[in-house]
Nanobody, 120 residues
Framework: QVQLVESGGGLVQAGGSLSLSCAAS????????MGWFRQAPGKQRELVAG???????SYADSVKGRFAISRDNAKNTVYLRMNSLKPEDTAVYYC??????????????WGQGTQVTVSS
C-alpha cells in the first residue's frame, strides 16, 4: 500500500551533475528518515546520504561536499543533488524511507533503483 518511485539518473560525464528524486505514496501516516543507498557492480550496498524528519542531513565521507540531500515533507519526496560526479559514483541508486502506514507499523520501504553512470 506504500510505494516509493524514483526518477532521475542517467549517463553523465565526470565533473557533471545529476539529480534524483523519490516520492512516497499510499496510505501514509508518518514518514521518518529518508535517504539514498547505492550499489556498484560487485560491491556491497552502501549508504550515500540520509535525512531525518527534521531535515538534518548526513553523508558518506566519499560524497561530502559534492552531494546534497533534501526533502519536501508536503510532497513526501526526497531528493539527491549530485555534483562533481566521478566514475566511482557509478552505481544503482536506491532511495529508502522509514514509513508508518495507516494500517501498517513503521518499516523501511525501498525504491526500485535507478542507474547512475559517470563516464571518464
Amino acid at each position: 500500500q506504500v510505494q516509493l518511485v524514483e526518477s532521475g539518473g542517467g549517463l553523465v560525464q565526470a565533473g557533471g551533475s545529476l539529480s534524483l528524486s523519490c516520492a512516497a505514496s499510499g496510505r501514509i501516516l508518518s514518514i521518518y528518515a529518508m535517504g539514498w543507498f547505492r550499489q556498484a557492480p560487485g560491491k556491497q550496498r552502501e549508504l550515500v546520504a540520509g535525512i531525518t524528519s527534521g531535515g538534518s542531513p548526513s553523508y558518506a565521507d566519499s560524497v561530502k561536499g559534492r552531494f546534497a540531500i533534501s526533502r519536501d515533507n508536503a510532497k513526501n519526496t526526497v531528493y539527491l543533488r549530485m555534483n562533481s560526479l566521478k566514475p566511482e559514483d557509478t552505481a544503482v541508486y536506491y532511495c529508502y524511507s522509514d514509513i508508518a502506514g495507516v494500517v501498517d507499523q513503521a518499516r523501511r520501504y525501498w525504491g526500485q533503483g535507478t542507474q547512475v553512470t559517470v563516464s571518464s
